[in-house]
């Protein structure tokens, strides 16, 4: 097995190089519009396939499971991808289907944005925190740095969520540090745009009877 790469933010690990690695982050923030068009459109979106919106989800979460399976199989790596991500799920696959867990799973309460207080937060974060950390640790701030800067605006979206959104304001507390947490780990058999979403996730599940 290929040994993955200590650092795996720096650009040169991405297919495409320095550009492959800015449309990789380019995706990785575009991905922040998804709560927003589920919560605001996705009766109609869904509407057209005659499903509902949860229905919709699960389809697109399975789309992406077996186009992943297909990409593994034949080892396609595309621009932005690491070449390591050739022979393992790639976080493209690991932040689409942890998105989709989270608007399947993520309580939902009131209507339009409203019913977004925890889906919003929870895959903005991702969205924002995970690439900016990257950039704080490729200017070789450490992981320390990283972290600090990434508590920062994890919780300005969960207070700004809770500000906009209704979402309670002890689970804007408590939910914020764990994107960051999901950060942490380097382990190889996942990758952190999965863990960055399920560890806020399984904790909003478990306590959310109490917020």
Not at 125 to 133: C, H, S
Not at 181 to 207: K, Q, S
Request: with cysteine; net charge negative.
């Amino acid at each position: 097995m290929n040994e993955i790469p200590v650092d795996i933010d720096h650009a040169e690990h991405s297919v495409g190089g320095s550009g492959g690695h800015w449309f990789r982050r380019f995706t990785h923030v575009s991905m922040c519009v998804i709560p927003f068009a589920y919560h605001l459109w996705g009766d109609t979106i869904a509407g057209t396939l005659s499903m509902t919106p949860r229905e919709f989800v699960i389809a697109v979460g399975v789309f992406f499971v077996v186009l992943e399976a297909i990409r593994l199989k034949f080892g396609i790596i595309i621009v932005g991808q690491r070449e390591y991500e050739a022979k393992q799920i790639s976080a493209l696959a690991w932040g689409a289907i942890a998105v989709c867990l989270t608007l399947i799973l993520a309580p939902q309460e009131g209507d339009g944005l409203d019913a977004g207080m925890y889906t919003i937060p929870i895959i903005c974060g991702l969205t924002f925190v995970d690439p900016i950390m990257g950039e704080v640790k490729r200017a070789k701030f450490g992981m320390r740095g990283a972290v600090i800067v990434g508590l920062a605006v994890s919780f300005t979206i969960w207070m700004a969520s809770a500000a906009l959104f209704s979402t309670p304001f002890i689970a804007a507390l408590l939910l914020a540090p764990l994107t960051v947490a999901g950060e942490v780990p380097r382990v190889h058999w996942i990758d952190d745009n999965a863990t960055m979403i399920l560890f806020p996730l399984i904790a909003l599940l478990l306590l959310h009877p109490f917020f």
